[in-house]
């Protein structure tokens, strides 16, 4: 009864505490599988950011649960973000469920776990749900080393948990609480783990990063405990490659720019959500920054790294979002020039500032304007994939790809995808790589013939 599989909807923030809640129960002698038919145990990871992902989870737990009544001994449970969303109500509408547990309690599942198991071995009545919602003070510092022993090339790691920004859209300040910060050292020594066996790039993780350690740590020289943190890491020997996600325009001083010309570990790409062009939107969605301030960062950012790589997040279809508003978003997202981008049609959430708005922007407008987003994207991201045939660059191979015989997944300091023909020796090393071939999402190349590696592929 030990064989258990964890499906994870959503952001990384999730990918990363499933992949946290998989090595604690490793760690108790659980082994996990990768699928949900081979499995005793399924665990529903959840996100709440928009109704659709909600809803995909709990028609995934729904038909789950007709296996449950089959075998009563099948153990079905729901953590993270919908769980601390949906809390009881879940039980209500998925009485089958045996574990619901909210985002700040998933170092509690192995436990929960457990018992369920004693209880259920026991033979007697089938025990009740257990539901674990509750604040769990300093519950940043639950999130311990997720260290396993397979090799993770590339590695998320969550510097703070929670969201004080008040954006009206919103609902992961709900969900994930209230901001704190790891502590700088504990941070630190899991990537210095990490890289001792064998990561190569980290991503540090948080709702907004350049946030981190505000209210608990000092500036020092001026720098934020964010840049402090950076620096840190950098010097990790073995961590090659620095990534951080998300970021907010509000607090991108100056010092967090100046990294990018003086750390070359720190890659030359950002995720930098933008959310809409229209001053008056933002000023709605209580995003505190008007479009010529977010463009001004990205302008100084270019200024220090002209090759920088840009990603954002826009909403389309917040309530009383005009053609005029939308027509701001599409000139200011076409003369940024985003390399990738996460298009969000607007959803209505629970308990947010915007909830009272309805959703008054009709579906096949939103529609449309995501559409014309993509259109712009795609054309971007093409150019500048295609600008890239005939360079070398170096690449970081991660694994072998979905499709195709030897061929291996890699991506650029740029993040951009790249697909190779090598050998399975090559991941979790770097290559230089020549670009034959582009898609607006990939580039495929050659490596570049050097000594042994390459003639083995
Ligand atoms: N509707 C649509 N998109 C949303 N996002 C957050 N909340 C909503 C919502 N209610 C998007 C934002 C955020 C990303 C993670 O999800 O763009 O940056
Ligand atoms: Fe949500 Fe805004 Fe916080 Fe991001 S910054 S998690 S969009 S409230």
Do not use: W
Request: glycine share 8%; with cysteine.
């Amino acid at each position: 009864m030990n064989r258990v599989y964890i499906k994870t909807y959503g952001c990384q923030m999730n990918e990363r505490d499933s992949d946290a809640v998989a090595a604690m129960l490793r760690g108790k002698g659980y082994s996990l599988v990768d699928n949900e038919f081979d499995a005793d145990v399924v665990l529903l990871n959840t996100c709440s950011v928009r109704d659709q992902a909600e809803q995909k989870a709990i028609g995934k737990a729904g038909h789950l649960a007709k296996r449950k009544r089959k075998d009563p001994n099948f153990i079905l449970g729901i953590m993270g973000c919908m769980a601390q969303n949906r809390g009881d109500e879940l039980v209500d509408k998925l009485p089958d469920l045996d574990l619901v547990v909210g985002t700040q309690k998933f170092h509690r599942v192995p436990e929960h776990l457990d018992s369920m198991i004693a209880t259920l071995q026991g033979q007697g009545p089938r025990p009740d749900t257990i539901v674990d919602l509750a604040e769990e003070l300093d519950s940043q510092n639950t999130i311990k080393s997720h260290v396993d022993d397979k090799l993770q090339v590339t590695a998320f790691v969550s510097i703070m948990q929670g969201c004080n920004m008040k954006c009206s859209y919103c609902i992961v300040p709900k969900t994930r609480g209230a901001e704190r910060a790891r502590p700088m050292d504990e941070i630190v020594k899991e990537i210095k783990e990490l890289a001792a066996k064998g990561t190569r790039e980290v991503t540090l993780l948080g709702q907004i990063v350049n946030q981190y350690g505000i209210r608990e740590f000092p500036f020092v020289d001026k720098k934020s405990p964010f840049v402090q943190l950076l620096e840190k890491v950098h010097e990790i020997d073995g961590i090659e490659r620095i990534r951080f996600t998300s970021p907010h325009p509000v607090g991108f001083k100056d010092d967090l720019i100046e990294c990018y010309g003086r750390l070359p570990k720190l890659c030359e790409y950002l995720h930098f959500p933008m959310q809409s062009g229209s001053d008056r939107i933002l000023k709605a969605m209580r995003r505190p920054y008007s479009i010529e301030k977010f463009r001004s960062i990205i302008k100084k950012m270019r200024a220090v790294r002209p090759d920088m790589y840009i990603s954002t997040d826009v909403i389309v279809g917040f309530p009383g979002e005009t053609e005029e508003d939308f027509e701001l978003t599409r000139k200011h997202f076409e003369e940024i020039g985003f390399d990738m981008a996460y298009l969000f049609k607007y959803s209505v959430r629970p308990d947010t500032t915007a909830e009272p708005l309805g959703d008054p922007v009709t579906k096949e407008q939103k529609e449309e304007r995501n559409q014309i987003l993509l259109e712009i994207l795609g054309k971007r991201s093409l150019e500048r994939n295609q600008a890239l045939v005939g360079t070398v660059e170096e690449v970081l191979f991660e694994g072998p790809a979905k499709k195709g015989e030897n061929m291996f997944l890699g991506r650029t300091r740029g993040n951009r995808v790249v697909l190779v023909k090598a050998s399975p020796r090559l991941v979790g090393q770097f290559a230089p790589v020549k670009f034959e071939r582009a898609t607006a999402s990939t580039l495929f190349g050659e490596l570049v013939l050097e000594g042994v590696e390459a003639q083995s592929a």
